[in-house]
């Protein structure tokens, strides 16, 4: 494991998606589809949905919008 994958999984232990959502602002609906998007973006990295949907929650703590605007760079 490196120090970014360490670093990156622990931002959201022990918070929950309405924590986030909490933290940012933001509504509970708008973070959900956002955490579907990352979701499906981190099947390219793993094969479990269970560290899919981890990755895309940690992302998510760092930007309730992250997969929204990794789509608008185009990757």
């Not at 609906?29 to 955490?35: C, M, N, P």
């Not at 899919?52 to 990794?70: C, F, G, I, M, S």
Request: glycine share 6%; proline share 1%.
């Amino acid at each position: 494991m490196t120090f970014k994958t360490f670093y990156i999984e622990q931002l959201s232990k022990g918070m929950s998606l309405e924590d986030i959502a909490k933290k940012h602002g933001v509504e509970i609906s708008e973070l959900k589809k956002e955490l579907d998007k990352g979701t499906k973006v981190e099947f390219e990295h793993t094969e479990s949905e269970e560290q899919a949907r981890q990755t895309a929650t940690d992302h998510l703590v760092e930007n309730p919008k992250y997969y929204t605007k990794l789509a608008k760079v185009g990757l």
